[in-house]
C-alpha cells in the first residue's frame, strides 16, 4: 500500500530535541515518523512541516530557518532513499528511482512577517506548502476562536484575511505554491476560496458534521475544496475525530473511517486524503505512527470502499494533486 501523508511536525520534534542534547535524527527516533518506518510503512510522499509556536521561542524566524536547514541536511544525507521534492516532476522521478519523496511545508504563515520578499526567500529554501495560520492571529489572517488557556472553540466569522495575507495567498498561486487552509478561520477560510483561482487544500483537517470541533470543516468547505479539485488530509488527533475532553484522548480508526466517509459522501472520493498531523498531537492512537496505517486501510475495506478508492485515499489523490492542479 502506497501512502502520502500531507502532515507531520517530525521535523520541529527532532529539531528541539535536539537543542535538548537528544540523540535523534528524520532518520531514527521513538517519535510516530522517521525514514525508516516511512520506507517500511510503504510511504511514497511525506509532507514535514516546520513549526515553531511564537509564545515558546525567542525568535520564530531563527527556528523556522534552523528546521529547514535540519530538514535540508537529513534528505541530503539519506538521499539514496528519499528526495527533497519540489515539483511534480521531482516526484515521478522519485518514484520511477524507487526513492520516497519530502515535500518541506511551514505550518503558520506568520513567520513571513506579510512580507512577500520573505516569501520568496523561502520558495528559494525549497517550500512549497504554507499553512497560512496557527492557533494565533498573524499578519495574515486570524483562526478560529481557540482559547488556549481554557480550550473554548469558537469559529471566527467576522474576521478572515488581511490585506496582507491575500497579497500572499496571490502570490503563493503565482509561484506554484500550496496554500493550506487548515487552521484558518471560517472568515479566512471563504476569503482564500474569492481570492484564488486554483485547488487549494486543508491538509490536516477533518468533518465538522461528524466531530463539532472547529479545527474541523463545514460540509459547505468540504463541497468548495473538492469543487475546486482541491485535497482534505484526514486528521488522526482525538479531539477532531471525536470532539474529546483530555481525560478521553483516543484516536480510534473507526472514528476515522466515519470522517473519510462523509467527507466522501459531501465533497467526492477525489477530496480525501490522509494528514496524519503525527508527532504534533497527543493521546491514545490506534495507529501510533507512520508504519501503522494499513489498520485505517482495513477498516476502510471493511466499510465497503474498493482497493483503488483506498490507493486513492491513501495516496493517489495527493500524487494527482500536486501533478495536475499545482505547477510546484
Wanted: some cysteine.
Amino acid at each position: 500500500m502506497r501512502i502520502a501523508d500531507m502532515h507531520c511536525d517530525t521535523v520541529s520534534r527532532v529539531y528541539y530535541g535536539r537543542r535538548e542534547g537528544q540523540d535523534i535524527s528524520l532518520f531514527d527516533n521513538d517519535f510516530s515518523v522517521d525514514f525508516k518506518r516511512m520506507k517500511s510503512g510503504g510511504c511514497q510522499l511525506q509532507f514535514f512541516a516546520c513549526f515553531a509556536d511564537k509564545c515558546m521561542t525567542a525568535s520564530v524566524q531563527d527556528d523556522i530557518k534552523g528546521m529547514i536547514k535540519l530538514f535540508r541536511e537529513e534528505t541530503k544525507r539519506h538521499s539514496d532513499i528519499i528526495r527533497h521534492v519540489q515539483s511534480g516532476d521531482d516526484i515521478e522521478r522519485s518514484i520511477a528511482e524507487g526513492k520516497m519523496s519530502a515535500l518541506l511545508t511551514i505550518e503558520d504563515g506568520g513567520v513571513l512577517g506579510g512580507s512577500i520578499d520573505a516569501l520568496h526567500r523561502f520558495y528559494d529554501d525549497g517550500v512549497r506548502l504554507i499553512t497560512l495560520t496557527w492557533n494565533y492571529e498573524n499578519e495574515l489572517g486570524y483562526p478560529n476562536r481557540i482559547n488556549m488557556a481554557t480550550g473554548e472553540c469558537l469559529p471566527e466569522t467576522e474576521h478572515g484575511l488581511k490585506d496582507a495575507g491575500i497579497e500572499i495567498v496571490r502570490e503563493m498561486e503565482r509561484l506554484g505554491m500550496i496554500v493550506d487552509v487548515s487552521h484558518l478561520g471560517d472568515a479566512g477560510f471563504y476569503d482564500v476560496a474569492a481570492n484564488t483561482r486554483e485547488p487549494f487544500v486543508a491538509s490536516h483537517s477533518n468533518a465538522r458534521a461528524v466531530a463539532g470541533h472547529v479545527r474541523n470543516l463545514t460540509d459547505d468547505m468540504i463541497r468548495i475544496i473538492g469543487s475546486r479539485g482541491g485535497v482534505i488530509g484526514l486528521n488522526f488527533c482525538p479531539a477532531f475525530l471525536e470532539h474529546t475532553v483530555p481525560e478521553n484522548e483516543v484516536s480510534t480508526a473507526d472514528a476515522m473511517v466515519r470522517h473519510i466517509m462523509h467527507i466522501r459522501n459531501v465533497g467526492g472520493t477525489e477530496v480525501c486524503a490522509i494528514g496524519s498531523d503525527f508527532d504534533g498531537i497527543h493521546g491514545q492512537l490506534e495507529i501510533p505512527s507512520c508504519d501503522k496505517l494499513g489498520v485505517l486501510g482495513d477498516k476502510l475495506a471493511d466499510a465497503g470502499l474498493s482497493f483503488d478508492e483506498i490507493d486513492a485515499v491513501f495516496a493517489g489523490n495527493v500524487l494527482k494533486f500536486i501533478k495536475n492542479s499545482i505547477k510546484l
